[in-house]
């Protein structure tokens, strides 16, 4: 059976990236909202659903839906 929906944008991490996404979640004053952010992109980077980060992260699917893409175009910024 063929998926349905909007295809998703393809998501790979270089290490750098990682790393810089895991610090500034490790980081105290980073406000929780980025942190949430930057929890989102390796987990969908792994190749979880968004309905399953987004669980596992207490988020919507609609907040993670729009993360990777807009990683995808921006990168680190």
């Known amino acids: 059976m063929a998926r349905t ?3 998703k944008a393809e998501l790979v991490l ?3 990236e990682r790393a810089a996404l895991e ?6 004053s980073t406000p929780q909202a980025w942190a ?3 929890r989102i992109i390796p987990a969908c980077a792994s ?3 968004n309905k399953g980060v987004a669980a ?3 988020a919507t699917p609609h ?3 729009r993360r990777p893409k807009r990683f ?3 990168r680190i910024a």
């Open 23 to 28: 610090g500034w979640v490790r980081r105290r």
């Open 5 to 7: 929906g909007r295809p």
């Open 14 to 16: 270089t290490d750098e």
């Open 72 to 74: 995808v175009e921006h």
């Open 56 to 58: 596992q992260l207490g």
């Open 36 to 38: 949430l952010r930057c």
């Open 63 to 65: 907040a993670v839906g």
């Open 47 to 49: 190749g979880a659903s």
